[in-house]
C-alpha cells in the first residue's frame, strides 16, 4: 500500500489567494483527519470525518477554512482567503474505524503564504 | 479535556546510550490510548509504540519500550543503544477509547543522537 497520499508536498501563495490541499486515504480506513502543525500550537486537529461525513470540525480555526470528502479515496482542505499566519504544515491521517487506533499520517503539505 | 505534557523540549546522547524520553498527560478518562509518534527531519509521522491503559505490562517494539504508570499519568519511551537514525521529533500522544480517534499531541521532544 502506498500510505497515505498528500499534494502538494510544498505550497507558496500570496496573501489572499486561496489554497487546496488534497490527500488520499489508504485503501480501505473510513476515518480521515486533518492535522496542522506549528511551532507555537504543536499539532492541532483541524476537522475529522468518519465515513466521509465531518463528525467533529471544531478545531477548524476560521471561516476562511473548509474541508471536503466526496468520497472514501479522497479530501480536500480548502483556505479562502489566505494569511500568512496559516503558514504551516498540514498533516492528512487516516486509520480503519475502532478496532485499530492506529492513525497513518501523510508526507504534509508545507504552506507557505507571503 | 486531555492534555499531554513533554517537559524536555531537547535531549542529546551518544550513539548506543540508552535515553529515556518523559511524558505525562491528564485525563478523567479510564480507558484510553496512549502512543509515541517520530517525526525525523523528512516530517513523516511515523509511530513507533502503542500502549492499552488497561494492559498492565509495558509495552515494547524492538529496542523501544515505554514505562507506563496509570496512576501517576506517566508514560515515558526508552530507547536502547540508540542509532543516529533515531535522531528525530518525539511526539507524546492520546487517545480516549470511546469517541473520535482523536489524537492529542505533546509538544515534543527533540533528540539528537550524536556519533
Known amino acids: 500500500d502506498a500510505g497515505v497520499i498528500q499534494s502538494p508536498r510544498h505550497e507558496v501563495t500570496e496573501m489572499g489567494q486561496e489554497v487546496t490541499l488534497r490527500c488520499k486515504p489508504i485503501s480501505g480506513h473510513n476515518s480521515l483527519f486533518w492535522y496542522r502543525q506549528t511551532m507555537m500550537r504543536g499539532l492541532e486537529l483541524l476537522i475529522y470525518?468518519?465515513?466521509?461525513?465531518?463528525?467533529?470540525d471544531s478545531g477548524m480555526p476560521e471561516d476562511r477554512f473548509s474541508a471536503k470528502m466526496p468520497n472514501a479515496s479522497f479530501s480536500t482542505l480548502k483556505i479562502q482567503p489566505s494569511e500568512p499566519r496559516d503558514s504551516a504544515v498540514y498533516f492528512c491521517?487516516?486509520?480503519?474505524?475502532?478496532?485499530?487506533?492506529?492513525?497513518?499520517f501523510g508526507s504534509g503539505t508545507q504552506l507557505s503564504v507571503l | 479535556a486531555q492534555t499531554v505534557t513533554q517537559s524536555q523540549p531537547e535531549m542529546s546522547v551518544q550513539e548506543a546510550e540508552t535515553v529515556t524520553l518523559s511524558c505525562t498527560y491528564d485525563?478523567?478518562?479510564?480507558?484510553?490510548?496512549l502512543f509515541w509518534y517520530k517525526q525525523p527531519p523528512s516530517r513523516q509521522m511515523i509511530l513507533v509504540i502503542r500502549q492499552e491503559a488497561y494492559k498492565q505490562q509495558n509495552a515494547t517494539e524492538n529496542r523501544f519500550s515505554v514505562n507506563f504508570q496509570k496512576a501517576a499519568k506517566s508514560f515515558s519511551l526508552k530507547i536502547s543503544d540508540s542509532q543516529l537514525g533515531d535522531t528525530a521529533m518525539y511526539f507524546c500522544?492520546?487517545?480516549?477509547?470511546?469517541?473520535?480517534?482523536?489524537?492529542?499531541f505533546g509538544q515534543g521532544t527533540r533528540l539528537t543522537i550524536n556519533p
Open positions: 491521517a487516516s486509520s480503519q474505524t475502532r478496532g485499530s487506533e492506529k492513525l497513518f
Open positions: 470525518f468518519n465515513n466521509n461525513v465531518p463528525i467533529d
Open positions: 500522544a492520546f487517545m480516549k477509547q470511546k469517541g473520535a480517534q482523536k489524537l492529542v
Open positions: 485525563t478523567s478518562e479510564n480507558n484510553y490510548y
